[in-house]
Protein backbone atom coordinates (compact mmCIF):
# COMPACT_ATOMS: atom_id res chain seq x y z
CA UNK A 1 0.00 0.00 0.00
CA UNK A 2 0.93 3.78 -0.80
CA UNK A 3 -0.23 7.41 -1.29
CA UNK A 4 -1.33 9.66 0.91
CA UNK A 5 -4.56 8.10 0.69
CA UNK A 6 -3.89 4.99 1.43
CA UNK A 7 -6.28 3.14 3.60
CA UNK A 8 -9.24 5.21 2.89
CA UNK A 9 -12.45 2.76 1.46
CA UNK A 10 -14.09 4.51 -1.34
CA UNK A 11 -17.57 2.63 -3.06
CA UNK A 12 -17.68 3.89 -6.66
CA UNK A 13 -21.13 3.33 -8.24
CA UNK A 14 -21.43 2.11 -12.19
CA UNK A 15 -20.48 5.27 -14.22
CA UNK A 16 -19.06 6.10 -17.22
CA UNK A 17 -15.90 9.30 -17.69
CA UNK A 18 -16.08 11.71 -14.47
CA UNK A 19 -16.74 9.57 -12.21
CA UNK A 20 -14.57 6.68 -12.73
CA UNK A 21 -12.08 9.15 -13.90
CA UNK A 22 -12.25 10.45 -10.37
CA UNK A 23 -11.78 7.10 -8.87
CA UNK A 24 -9.09 6.36 -10.54
CA UNK A 25 -7.13 9.40 -8.97
CA UNK A 26 -8.65 8.45 -5.62
CA UNK A 27 -7.08 5.17 -6.22
CA UNK A 28 -3.75 6.60 -7.83
CA UNK A 29 -2.85 8.26 -4.71
CA UNK A 30 -3.23 4.28 -2.56
CA UNK A 31 -7.42 4.84 -1.45
CA UNK A 32 -9.29 1.43 -1.85
CA UNK A 33 -11.70 2.25 -4.55
CA UNK A 34 -14.34 -0.58 -5.32
CA UNK A 35 -16.01 -0.13 -8.47
CA UNK A 36 -19.58 -1.51 -7.80
CA UNK A 37 -20.59 -2.68 -11.79
CA UNK A 38 -23.73 -4.54 -12.67
CA UNK A 39 -24.32 -7.60 -13.49
CA UNK A 40 -24.86 -8.90 -17.43
CA UNK A 41 -24.64 -6.82 -20.52
CA UNK A 42 -24.59 -3.01 -20.24
CA UNK A 43 -23.72 -0.47 -22.47
CA UNK A 44 -21.47 1.95 -20.91
CA UNK A 45 -20.40 3.74 -24.08
CA UNK A 46 -17.73 2.86 -26.16
CA UNK A 47 -16.77 -1.24 -26.04
CA UNK A 48 -13.22 -1.48 -24.52
CA UNK A 49 -11.20 -4.18 -23.36
CA UNK A 50 -10.70 -4.01 -19.97
CA UNK A 51 -6.74 -4.04 -19.66
CA UNK A 52 -7.50 -0.42 -21.99
CA UNK A 53 -9.84 0.69 -19.47
CA UNK A 54 -7.51 3.01 -17.73
CA UNK A 55 -9.98 5.16 -15.62
CA UNK A 56 -10.65 1.54 -13.31
CA UNK A 57 -6.69 1.13 -12.50
CA UNK A 58 -5.99 0.50 -9.11
CA UNK A 59 -9.49 -0.39 -8.54
CA UNK A 60 -11.57 -3.94 -7.57
CA UNK A 61 -14.57 -4.54 -8.86
CA UNK A 62 -18.17 -6.20 -7.63
CA UNK A 63 -20.21 -7.06 -10.21
CA UNK A 64 -23.98 -6.88 -8.81
CA UNK A 65 -27.78 -6.63 -9.98
CA UNK A 66 -28.82 -3.89 -8.52
CA UNK A 67 -32.62 -4.31 -8.85
CA UNK A 68 -31.88 -7.64 -6.00
CA UNK A 69 -32.61 -6.54 -2.86
CA UNK A 70 -30.14 -8.96 -1.81
CA UNK A 71 -27.34 -6.69 -3.74
CA UNK A 72 -28.93 -3.38 -2.21
CA UNK A 73 -28.21 -4.52 1.16
CA UNK A 74 -24.73 -5.93 0.62
CA UNK A 75 -24.15 -2.65 -0.59
CA UNK A 76 -25.60 -0.98 2.24
CA UNK A 77 -23.31 -3.19 4.43
CA UNK A 78 -20.28 -1.87 2.45
CA UNK A 79 -21.19 1.73 2.79
CA UNK A 80 -21.35 1.01 6.78
CA UNK A 81 -17.33 0.24 6.60
CA UNK A 82 -16.65 3.13 3.93
CA UNK A 83 -15.01 6.49 4.00
CA UNK A 84 -16.62 7.44 0.59
CA UNK A 85 -19.61 6.96 -2.10
CA UNK A 86 -19.00 8.70 -5.39
CA UNK A 87 -22.04 7.88 -7.98
CA UNK A 88 -22.92 9.47 -10.88
CA UNK A 89 -26.49 8.52 -12.03
CA UNK A 90 -29.72 11.26 -12.21
CA UNK A 91 -31.18 12.79 -9.40
CA UNK A 92 -33.59 10.71 -7.59
CA UNK A 93 -31.96 6.99 -8.94
CA UNK A 94 -30.20 6.14 -5.52
CA UNK A 95 -32.90 7.31 -4.02
CA UNK A 96 -34.85 4.79 -5.86
CA UNK A 97 -32.44 1.77 -5.46
CA UNK A 98 -32.71 2.52 -1.96
CA UNK A 99 -29.04 3.63 -1.26
CA UNK A 100 -29.86 7.50 -1.55
CA UNK A 101 -28.21 9.94 0.82
CA UNK A 102 -30.34 9.88 3.64
CA UNK A 103 -30.39 5.77 3.87
CA UNK A 104 -26.31 5.46 3.26
CA UNK A 105 -25.75 7.96 6.50
CA UNK A 106 -28.42 7.03 8.79
CA UNK A 107 -25.57 3.28 8.14
CA UNK A 108 -22.45 5.34 8.29
CA UNK A 109 -22.80 9.14 9.56
CA UNK A 110 -19.73 9.54 8.53
CA UNK A 111 -19.87 8.80 4.96
CA UNK A 112 -18.85 11.38 2.24
CA UNK A 113 -21.50 11.39 -0.65
CA UNK A 114 -20.44 12.52 -3.21
CA UNK A 115 -22.78 12.87 -6.18
CA UNK A 116 -21.82 13.40 -9.91
CA UNK A 117 -24.34 15.34 -12.49
CA UNK A 118 -23.88 16.90 -15.69
CA UNK A 119 -26.36 19.96 -14.68
CA UNK A 120 -26.30 19.76 -11.08
CA UNK A 121 -29.13 17.91 -8.13
CA UNK A 122 -32.02 20.73 -8.84
CA UNK A 123 -33.18 23.21 -11.14
CA UNK A 124 -35.36 23.50 -14.53
CA UNK A 125 -32.66 20.97 -16.32
CA UNK A 126 -31.33 18.61 -13.59
CA UNK A 127 -33.22 15.50 -15.01
CA UNK A 128 -31.65 16.00 -18.79
CA UNK A 129 -29.93 14.03 -20.26
CA UNK A 130 -26.02 15.77 -21.65
CA UNK A 131 -22.70 14.97 -22.21
CA UNK A 132 -19.31 17.98 -21.71
CA UNK A 133 -20.15 19.36 -24.88
CA UNK A 134 -23.37 20.64 -23.07
CA UNK A 135 -22.19 21.59 -20.34
CA UNK A 136 -19.72 24.09 -21.19
CA UNK A 137 -21.85 25.65 -23.96
CA UNK A 138 -24.11 26.70 -21.34
CA UNK A 139 -21.18 28.04 -19.04
CA UNK A 140 -19.79 30.30 -21.75
CA UNK A 141 -16.53 28.44 -22.18
CA UNK A 142 -17.41 26.34 -25.52
CA UNK A 143 -18.49 29.73 -27.46
CA UNK A 144 -14.91 31.33 -26.22
CA UNK A 145 -12.79 28.14 -28.05
CA UNK A 146 -12.23 27.89 -31.48
CA UNK A 147 -10.38 30.76 -33.90
CA UNK A 148 -12.06 33.50 -35.35
CA UNK A 149 -14.71 33.16 -37.61
CA UNK A 150 -14.93 29.76 -37.06
CA UNK A 151 -16.77 27.53 -35.09
CA UNK A 152 -16.51 26.58 -31.18
CA UNK A 153 -14.43 23.79 -30.80
CA UNK A 154 -14.58 21.27 -28.45
CA UNK A 155 -11.68 20.66 -26.66
CA UNK A 156 -12.08 16.88 -26.22
CA UNK A 157 -14.39 16.26 -22.90
CA UNK A 158 -11.06 17.87 -20.51
CA UNK A 159 -13.02 21.07 -19.81
CA UNK A 160 -16.60 19.70 -18.40
CA UNK A 161 -16.09 15.90 -17.34
CA UNK A 162 -12.63 15.67 -16.15
CA UNK A 163 -12.03 19.38 -15.73
CA UNK A 164 -15.63 21.01 -14.23
CA UNK A 165 -16.32 17.21 -12.93
CA UNK A 166 -13.92 14.64 -11.75
CA UNK A 167 -11.38 17.31 -10.03
CA UNK A 168 -14.24 19.63 -8.86
CA UNK A 169 -15.59 16.21 -6.79
CA UNK A 170 -12.08 14.75 -5.84
CA UNK A 171 -11.67 18.27 -4.38
CA UNK A 172 -14.86 18.07 -2.70
CA UNK A 173 -14.55 14.46 -1.33
CA UNK A 174 -11.40 15.73 0.12
CA UNK A 175 -12.54 18.34 1.34
CA UNK A 176 -15.31 16.39 3.12
CA UNK A 177 -12.79 14.82 4.62
CA UNK A 178 -10.89 17.15 6.24
CA UNK A 179 -13.76 18.38 7.57
CA UNK A 180 -14.78 15.54 8.82
CA UNK A 181 -11.63 15.35 10.98
CA UNK A 182 -13.32 18.16 13.24
CA UNK A 183 -17.31 17.14 13.03
CA UNK A 184 -16.87 13.74 12.93
CA UNK A 185 -19.78 13.81 10.39
CA UNK A 186 -20.18 13.15 6.67
CA UNK A 187 -21.36 15.27 4.27
CA UNK A 188 -23.49 15.41 0.57
CA UNK A 189 -21.25 16.53 -2.14
CA UNK A 190 -23.57 18.01 -5.08
CA UNK A 191 -21.03 18.23 -8.16
CA UNK A 192 -22.17 19.85 -11.27
CA UNK A 193 -20.05 19.82 -14.52
CA UNK A 194 -21.43 22.94 -15.38
CA UNK A 195 -20.91 24.79 -11.85
CA UNK A 196 -17.29 23.23 -12.75
CA UNK A 197 -16.82 24.58 -15.60
CA UNK A 198 -18.26 27.81 -15.07
CA UNK A 199 -15.44 27.66 -12.11
CA UNK A 200 -13.03 27.56 -14.59
CA UNK A 201 -13.74 30.48 -16.47
CA UNK A 202 -13.32 32.65 -13.67
CA UNK A 203 -10.73 34.51 -14.44
CA UNK A 204 -12.23 35.26 -18.54
CA UNK A 205 -15.59 36.64 -16.51
CA UNK A 206 -13.12 39.20 -14.45
CA UNK A 207 -11.13 40.13 -17.76
CA UNK A 208 -14.83 40.85 -19.79
CA UNK A 209 -16.21 43.02 -16.47
CA UNK A 210 -12.70 44.67 -17.15
CA UNK A 211 -13.17 45.40 -20.53
CA UNK A 212 -9.91 43.29 -21.41
CA UNK A 213 -11.91 40.01 -22.84
CA UNK A 214 -14.04 40.41 -25.65
CA UNK A 215 -16.84 37.99 -26.45
CA UNK A 216 -15.67 37.87 -30.02
CA UNK A 217 -14.12 34.17 -30.45
CA UNK A 218 -10.39 34.48 -31.29
CA UNK A 219 -9.72 37.64 -31.02
CA UNK A 220 -7.74 37.71 -27.50
CA UNK A 221 -4.67 36.80 -25.69
CA UNK A 222 -5.24 33.05 -24.94
CA UNK A 223 -8.04 31.81 -27.17
CA UNK A 224 -5.75 32.04 -30.49
CA UNK A 225 -6.02 35.92 -31.25
CA UNK A 226 -3.22 36.83 -30.40
CA UNK A 227 0.08 35.77 -32.99
CA UNK A 228 1.99 35.31 -30.14
CA UNK A 229 -0.33 32.86 -28.71
CA UNK A 230 -0.79 30.34 -31.51
CA UNK A 231 0.32 27.45 -32.67
CA UNK A 232 2.09 27.30 -36.09
CA UNK A 233 2.68 24.90 -38.91
CA UNK A 234 6.13 24.26 -39.60
CA UNK A 235 8.16 22.68 -43.47
CA UNK A 236 7.51 19.05 -42.25
CA UNK A 237 3.58 19.65 -41.63
CA UNK A 238 4.34 19.64 -37.95
CA UNK A 239 2.88 22.07 -35.72
CA UNK A 240 4.24 23.99 -33.08
CA UNK A 241 2.75 25.73 -29.80
CA UNK A 242 4.30 29.12 -28.70
CA UNK A 243 3.19 31.06 -25.75
CA UNK A 244 5.49 34.63 -25.73
CA UNK A 245 3.16 36.97 -23.76
CA UNK A 246 6.11 38.71 -21.68
CA UNK A 247 7.87 41.48 -23.35
CA UNK A 248 11.31 39.73 -23.03
CA UNK A 249 9.71 36.19 -24.10
CA UNK A 250 8.60 38.22 -27.36
CA UNK A 251 11.31 39.83 -28.49
CA UNK A 252 13.45 36.34 -27.79
CA UNK A 253 10.76 34.74 -30.09
CA UNK A 254 11.20 37.37 -32.58
CA UNK A 255 14.94 37.33 -32.94
CA UNK A 256 14.94 33.53 -33.33
CA UNK A 257 12.30 33.67 -35.94
CA UNK A 258 14.98 35.71 -37.67
CA UNK A 259 12.51 38.86 -37.76
CA UNK A 260 13.39 42.56 -38.10
CA UNK A 261 11.24 44.59 -35.01
CA UNK A 262 11.96 47.30 -36.79
CA UNK A 263 9.55 45.99 -40.16
CA UNK A 264 7.28 44.40 -38.09
CA UNK A 265 4.21 45.98 -35.94
CA UNK A 266 4.07 46.33 -32.27
CA UNK A 267 3.51 43.21 -30.28
CA UNK A 268 -0.12 45.02 -29.04
CA UNK A 269 -1.21 46.48 -31.47
CA UNK A 270 -4.57 44.63 -32.33
CA UNK A 271 -5.13 46.43 -35.26
CA UNK A 272 -2.28 44.98 -37.35
CA UNK A 273 -2.01 41.55 -35.26
CA UNK A 274 -3.23 40.15 -39.34
CA UNK A 275 0.12 41.10 -40.49
CA UNK A 276 2.06 40.23 -37.54
CA UNK A 277 0.71 36.93 -37.60
CA UNK A 278 1.75 36.23 -41.30
CA UNK A 279 5.44 37.20 -40.72
CA UNK A 280 5.29 34.62 -37.53
CA UNK A 281 3.87 32.07 -40.03
CA UNK A 282 5.86 32.65 -42.61
CA UNK A 283 9.04 31.89 -40.87
CA UNK A 284 7.96 29.01 -38.67
CA UNK A 285 7.27 27.48 -42.42
CA UNK A 286 10.90 27.83 -43.56
CA UNK A 287 12.00 24.81 -41.33
CA UNK A 288 11.09 21.58 -39.95
CA UNK A 289 9.43 21.12 -36.45
CA UNK A 290 12.86 19.35 -35.30
CA UNK A 291 14.92 22.18 -36.53
CA UNK A 292 12.82 24.93 -35.02
CA UNK A 293 12.78 22.46 -31.52
CA UNK A 294 16.85 22.84 -31.90
CA UNK A 295 16.67 26.33 -32.19
CA UNK A 296 13.99 27.42 -29.51
CA UNK A 297 13.69 24.58 -27.23
CA UNK A 298 15.25 25.56 -23.92
CA UNK A 299 15.09 29.58 -24.44
CA UNK A 300 12.68 31.67 -22.84
CA UNK A 301 9.91 31.65 -26.24
CA UNK A 302 7.66 29.46 -23.76
CA UNK A 303 7.89 27.25 -27.34
CA UNK A 304 6.56 23.36 -27.50
CA UNK A 305 6.36 21.13 -30.16
CA UNK A 306 2.81 19.89 -30.66
CA UNK A 307 2.96 16.15 -29.94
CA UNK A 308 1.08 13.55 -31.15
CA UNK A 309 -0.11 10.38 -28.45
CA UNK A 310 2.43 8.41 -30.00
CA UNK A 311 4.80 10.71 -29.97
CA UNK A 312 4.23 12.57 -26.13
CA UNK A 313 5.76 9.18 -24.22
CA UNK A 314 9.02 9.69 -25.96
CA UNK A 315 9.80 13.51 -25.50
CA UNK A 316 12.91 13.70 -23.27
CA UNK A 317 11.18 15.81 -20.79
CA UNK A 318 8.40 13.78 -20.23
CA UNK A 319 10.96 10.37 -20.38
CA UNK A 320 13.28 11.88 -17.76
CA UNK A 321 10.29 12.39 -15.51
CA UNK A 322 8.78 9.72 -16.22
CA UNK A 323 5.47 11.05 -16.96
CA UNK A 324 4.18 8.10 -19.12
CA UNK A 325 4.60 4.62 -18.07
CA UNK A 326 3.28 1.31 -19.32
CA UNK A 327 2.49 -1.43 -17.39
CA UNK A 328 1.30 -4.75 -19.18
CA UNK A 329 2.64 -2.96 -22.08
CA UNK A 330 -0.04 -0.08 -21.72
CA UNK A 331 0.94 3.24 -22.63
CA UNK A 332 -0.85 5.30 -19.58
CA UNK A 333 -0.06 8.75 -17.71
CA UNK A 334 1.48 8.10 -14.44
CA UNK A 335 -0.50 9.60 -11.34
CA UNK A 336 -0.16 12.58 -10.20
CA UNK A 337 0.83 15.00 -8.51
CA UNK A 338 3.59 13.80 -7.08
CA UNK A 339 4.54 13.35 -3.29
CA UNK A 340 8.04 13.20 -1.31
CA UNK A 341 7.23 10.97 1.31
CA UNK A 342 3.75 9.02 0.03
CA UNK A 343 4.20 8.54 -3.66
CA UNK A 344 1.13 7.57 -5.29
CA UNK A 345 1.44 4.32 -7.60
CA UNK A 346 -0.10 1.90 -10.04
CA UNK A 347 -1.31 -1.00 -8.02
CA UNK A 348 -3.72 -3.03 -9.76
CA UNK A 349 -4.28 -2.89 -13.60
CA UNK A 350 -7.92 -2.17 -14.47
CA UNK A 351 -9.85 -4.76 -13.40
CA UNK A 352 -12.71 -6.87 -15.66
CA UNK A 353 -16.00 -6.98 -14.45
CA UNK A 354 -16.44 -8.68 -11.19
CA UNK A 355 -12.86 -9.19 -10.78
CA UNK A 356 -11.31 -8.41 -6.86
CA UNK A 357 -14.58 -7.73 -5.82
CA UNK A 358 -15.59 -10.80 -2.96
CA UNK A 359 -11.68 -10.50 -1.49
CA UNK A 360 -12.40 -6.89 -0.96
CA UNK A 361 -15.81 -7.67 0.69
CA UNK A 362 -13.69 -9.31 3.09
CA UNK A 363 -11.01 -6.96 3.53
CA UNK A 364 -13.56 -4.38 4.39
CA UNK A 365 -14.84 -6.91 7.02
CA UNK A 366 -18.47 -7.87 5.70
CA UNK A 367 -19.28 -10.63 6.71
CA UNK A 368 -20.18 -13.89 4.30
CA UNK A 369 -23.88 -14.03 5.61
CA UNK A 370 -24.19 -10.61 3.66
CA UNK A 371 -22.61 -11.49 0.49
CA UNK A 372 -24.46 -14.95 -0.01
CA UNK A 373 -27.09 -14.76 -2.43
CA UNK A 374 -29.85 -16.86 -0.66
Same mark, same amino acid.
Given at each position: ???????????????????? +??? /????????????????????????????????????????????????????????????????????????????????????????????????????? /???????? =???????????????????????????????????????????????? &? &????????????????????????? /????????? %????? /?????????????????? +??? =????????????????????????? &??????????????????????? &????? =?????? =?? +????????????????????? +??????????????????????????????????????????? %????????
Amino acid at each position: MSGPLSGLKVIEMPAIGPVP +FCG /MLLADLGADVLRIDREGDVDLGLPIEPKYELLGRGKRSLALDLKNPQAIALVLDLIAKADVLIEGFRPGVMERLGLGPDVAQAKNPKLVYGRMTGWGQDGP /MAMAAGHD =INYIALTGALHAMGHKDGRPVPPLNLVGDFGGGSLYLAMGVLAALFER &Q &QSGKGQVIDAAMVDGAASLMTMFYG /MKGAGLWSD %TRGAN /MLDSGAPWYDTYECADGG +FVA =IGSIEGKFYAELIEKLGLDTATLPK &QHDRKRWPSLRAAIAASFKTRTR &QEWCA =IMEGSD =IC +FAPVLGLDEAPGHGHMAARET +FVAPDGVTQPAPAPRFSRTPGAIRRKPPARGEGGEAAVTEWGV %TKKATAAE
